[in-house]
DNA sequence: TCTATGTATGTAATATAATAACATGTCAAG
DNA sequence: CTTGACATGTTATTATATTACATACATAGA
């Protein structure tokens, strides 16, 4: 897929939503306006892939909840997502996000925002991947970031005391662009 | 959990507790075996400094939230805390905790870990830092690293996106030097 | 086909974590 | 002494997450 320049995939993404966006993917284009059914569209597709791959079970709730997660665009609590599925005739308690969500998450299709005690729709399935979590305190807009350079660090740090790093979380809290600069002119 | 008391008793013999030891304040002892009343009584001196300085009251309750985080040298959930402030006389309700730790928290006393839901006393008082965190996921150690590295690589990768960063969280799971070794030879 | 088995879902009950709202106490400045 | 700021105590509620058990569904042998 070629890339474009944040210029290019913001105005074209909007306007052409045939176009070969990558939006949420491209952590360049992630705070960026584009058509995000796009995204989700895509992401559905390469997780019902990987799940048949995988030999897990894409079932009816665990997809819901993924669509519910993309549809949204943002990071959502158990309890929210679980109120979207007790209103579509799925089960109402706790037990039926809660599952639904670990299993997405351990299948590495959405992530868990300690921050917020939340869960965000992962936008790139399969590519294994800790990342980082950029998130707006203005807007509640969350990205994920390449967490190469960051891992690297913490885990070159860590085993200088002997520690063998398994999991992280990297969770950053800021401004994102847009909020950026409504702040700086209000 | 059980770690630690082995260490403080050990450590006796290991290391003369007048000497320079910087015990946890150092990233490089900080999962080493050294005598930790030494740093608890450290840390909690140069506390009282501080708060001298800042125009702010270490008060009782204050005080002994902070104590009791140093003497269990790892993170405790804001209910644990609480019942022990209850067993000695203090307020039983959670308000009572969570004031005191917010209070500890904001001004650099102690952390709070995200990934535990539990606050772990800052072996660095007044040294303005976001530190990164090293969980042991199997004895439950934690211990301060400098971030320095990390935070330049997260900061440098979010500013490529335009995002400003402003606080970070920054938690890493896996197995100390100690269960390291245990784990290999069960 | 029919059952056995593992897996997924539904539900009730409970545990754990955090906050809101308001009353009371403490202490120093005026 | 009064006042105002801050700290603490208490009640109640909300938010987040897990345990335990029952039921449904798939699908692999017999
Ligand atoms: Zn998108
Ligand atoms: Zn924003
Ligand atoms: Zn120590
Ligand atoms: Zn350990």
Request: aromatic share 4%.
């Amino acid at each position: 897929m070629a890339r474009m320049s944040d210029a290019d995939s913001a105005s074209a993404s909007v306007s052409d939503p045939e176009s070969d966006c990558r939006g949420c993917a491209d952590p360049a284009a992630a705070f960026a306006a584009h058509d995000h059914r796009h995204c989700a569209g895509d992401v559905l597709a390469r997780a019902e892939a990987l799940v048949a791959a995988g030999g897990v079970r894409l079932t009816p709730v665990r997809r819901r909840v993924l669509e519910i997660l993309l549809e949204e665009h943002r990071a959502l609590g158990a309890y929210d997502v679980l109120k979207r599925l007790a209103a579509e005739g799925f089960g109402n308690q706790p037990p039926v996000a809660y599952r639904a969500l670990d299993f997405l998450a351990e299948n590495g299709f959405v992530h868990r925002i300690r921050r917020l005690n939340a869960f965000a729709a992962c936008m790139h399935p399969g590519e294994d991947h800790a990342p980082v979590f950029l998130i707006c305190r203005n807007c509640n807009a969350v990205a994920e970031m390449p967490a190469a350079p960051v891992r690297a660090a913490l885990g070159a740090a860590a085993a200088d005391l002997g520690f063998a790093v398994e999991r992280t979380t990297v969770e950053a809290m800021g401004l994102c662009p847009a909020c950026c600069k409504s702040e700086a002119a209000p």
